[in-house]
């Protein structure tokens, strides 16, 4: 399995400010992914963030208001930017080992409130 | 593009009794198939995978669940459910397209509230 980090856990946020969540892997990975989970909703892949390459954002997503960094092969980041209450959601990473199964690991989440 | 369908949103069942928790997916190719639980306030956990082979995967905590190609489903099944299994319940697909942009991508289903009774 993995162990993934995410910082912060939550967050109270204003509207029109920005948010950077860390996520940190104990072990390199290829293939990480972000996803969001609206209150009471299921989860929607925001973009996946591979390391070396420019993320690949689903429709509905966009680099402006979701930019993602992935540095190394054991960290990324998700910026949420210019916030708006529809914005409140836990967000999570996930991560993918390679082997029988390309299983996908999950962090625990940030749960973002925005005011 | 895949989907998945899980119809019902909230269980409950008394401690002890069996559990089966429906999924539906579509997906053109073989499917790559999970059953995640998360508890309130935590992340997901992975409950089992099927890939291929044995059409009955085991995974942890008791949990089984049946892949079935002619129904389309790959339902999650537990003999004996206990207070602590009470949880939040995603079935997800994987895009296994290789060299497409959303290789990797799990689809998720709305997810399945269980509750258990005393």
């Known amino acids: 399995s993995a162990v993934i980090s995410q910082k912060p856990s939550r967050d109270i946020c204003q509207r029109g400010t920005s948010l950077t969540i860390q996520c940190q892997v104990d072990?390199?990975?290829?293939?990480m992914f972000w996803y969001r989970q609206q209150p009471g909703q299921s989860l929607t892949l925001i973009a996946t963030a591979n390391q070396g390459s420019e993320a690949t954002y689903e429709s509905g997503f966009v680099i402006d208001k979701f930019p993602i960094s992935r540095p190394n092969l054991t960290f990324s980041t998700l910026t949420v930017s210019n916030m708006s209450p529809e914005d409140s959601s836990i967000y999570l990473c996930?991560?993918?080992?390679?082997?029988?199964?390309?299983?996908?690991?999950f962090g625990p989440g940030t749960r973002l409130t925005v005011t | 593009a895949q989907s998945v369908t899980q119809p019902d949103i909230h269980i409950t069942v008394s401690e002890g009794a069996s559990l089966e928790l429906r999924c539906n997916y579509s997906y053109g190719a073989t499917p790559y198939l999970f059953w995640y639980v998360q508890s309130p306030g935590q992340g997901l956990q992975l409950l089992l995978k099927?890939?291929?082979?044995?059409?009955l995967v085991q995974g942890i905590k008791g949990f089984e669940a049946e892949f079935k190609r002619s129904q389309s489903s790959f339902n999650l099944r537990k003999p004996s459910v206990h207070w602590s299994d009470a949880a939040e319940y995603f079935c997800a697909v994987k895009d296994t397209s290789a060299g497409g942009t959303s290789y990797g991508k799990l689809t998720f289903g709305q997810g399945t509230i269980l509750t258990v009774h005393p």
């Open positions: 072990s390199q990975v290829t293939m």
């Open positions: 996930s991560v993918e080992k390679p082997g029988v199964g390309y299983e996908q690991y």
């Open positions: 099927y890939f291929s082979g044995d059409t």
